[in-house]
Each structure stands twice: as C-alpha cells, then as structure tokens.
T-cell receptor
C-alpha cells in the first residue's frame, strides 16, 4: 500500500514551453502533497506544500507564477512548469501524506526528470 | 532555521563491518528525525524514524539531543545495504533533508 506515482517519468521540452507533471496517490487519500526539486548529486529541496482544495504554500525563493501547483482532488496534484528554461532542468519529486498536518510518513513518487532544451 | 548536515558524501565499508552514517541537525524546537534510503533506481523510502525507536533491516538510530545528532548504525553491513541515505528533520510542518551519504558495501 501507500504507492505514489508520477507521470511522466521523464520529459524533454523546448525553452519557453510549459510542462505539466502529475502526482497521484494510488491507494490512499492524500490531504497533503509535497513537491521537491533535486539537482544532480544534491539533496531534495522542498518547493511547495499542496493541500487539497486550497492554494499551495511555496518555499522562500520559489516562484509561484512559474511553478503552478494544483491539488484538485485527494489523489492528484499537478506541477506545471511555465515558460520553461534550461535552468529549470532538474529532477522533480512529489510525496504524499495522509494527514493534513503532515505528521505521518511521506510516501515518495519515483520522480520526473525534466530537460529543457 | 532547520538544518541537517551529513558530513560524509561517500562511505565505503566491507561486508560484515560496522557502519555508521553521521547526521547532525540544527533546530530550535523539538525535532522529529528520520532516515530515508534510496536504493539504485528506486524511489526514496522511509527507513526509520526516531519516535518509533525500532530497528529496520538491522539499522538503528538514536536521537542525541545534547549532541544534536541522529547517527544511523548497523553492526554488520550487508551488500544489499549499498544505497543513498538521507537524514531528514521535520520541524515546522516540512521535511528538511541532508545532502545524503552514498554507502557502498564492498564484498
């Protein structure tokens, strides 16, 4: 149980286009989902916390207009990278928690590798 | 501010030898500490959490508030323990990860 999927697993896009990444909790309802970014050989950096039915909370330094997050249901959150540039190339990982306070275990998705040409 | 430090990026030990992955944290409140593991080509998964005080796959970790440490230990390393290990701290509603330590167990 507690499986989180991400789609796509990898994507290549042209500079200036937008890319949508989906994060789904397959067998549980996730009131809270988290989006992380991981650069090569570096740690995971939290980008934003997404609560179902409300606006996402972004970490300092993360542009909310560039990284649009939607958590429309208890099983789906999406991250849209708008007007992507090569510096947005990274590994994006989502996780899901079963309680709104996120005190429970976070279950991680497999990640999405974004390459912007 | 929350901060997690894993001083060793790489750690290599022989099979059967003891393993200790270091983790130090900085947090003004009462922290929750975790160890996550990522095996080759697999997703990140929880290994253990300090509040559980349990041993998973032979690994244990004790929270030392005096030294602000949460080192991960295993008395006898196995080849399947080779992986990337991340220490994480949950403070104000979010997880902060250390830089990670890549553990390699040599046969």
């Amino acid at each position: 149980g507690a499986v989180v999927s991400q789609h796509p697993s990898w994507v290549i896009c042209k500079s200036g286009t937008s890319v949508k990444i989906e994060c789904r909790s397959l067998d549980f309802q996730a009131t809270t989902m988290f989006w992380y970014r991981q650069f090569p050989k570096q740690s995971l950096m939290l980008m934003a916390t997404s609560n179902e039915g409300s606006k996402a909370t972004y970490e300092q330094g993360v542009e909310k207009d560039k990284f649009l997050i939607n958590h429309a249901s208890l099983t789906l959150s999406t991250l849209t990278v708008t007007s992507a540039h090569p510096e947005d190339s990274s590994f994006y990982i989502c996780s899901a928690s079963t309680t709104a306070s996120s005190t429970d275990t976070q279950y991680f998705g497999p990640g999405t590798r974004l390459t912007v040409l | 501010a929350q901060r997690v430090t894993q001083p060793e990026k790489l750690l290599s030990v022989f099979k059967g030898a003891p393993v200790e992955l270091k983790c130090n944290y900085s947090y003004s409140g009462s922290p929750e500490l975790f160890w996550y593991v990522q095996y080759s080509r697999q997703r990140l998964q929880l290994l253990l959490r300090h509040i559980s005080r349990e041993s998973i796959k032979g690994f244990t970790a004790d929270l030392n508030k005096g030294e602000t440490s949460f080192h991960l230990k295993k008395p006898f390393a196995q080849e399947e323990d080779s992986a990337m290990y991340y220490c994480a701290l949950k403070g104000a509603q979010k997880l902060v990860f250390g830089q990670g330590t890549r553990l390699t167990i040599n046969p």
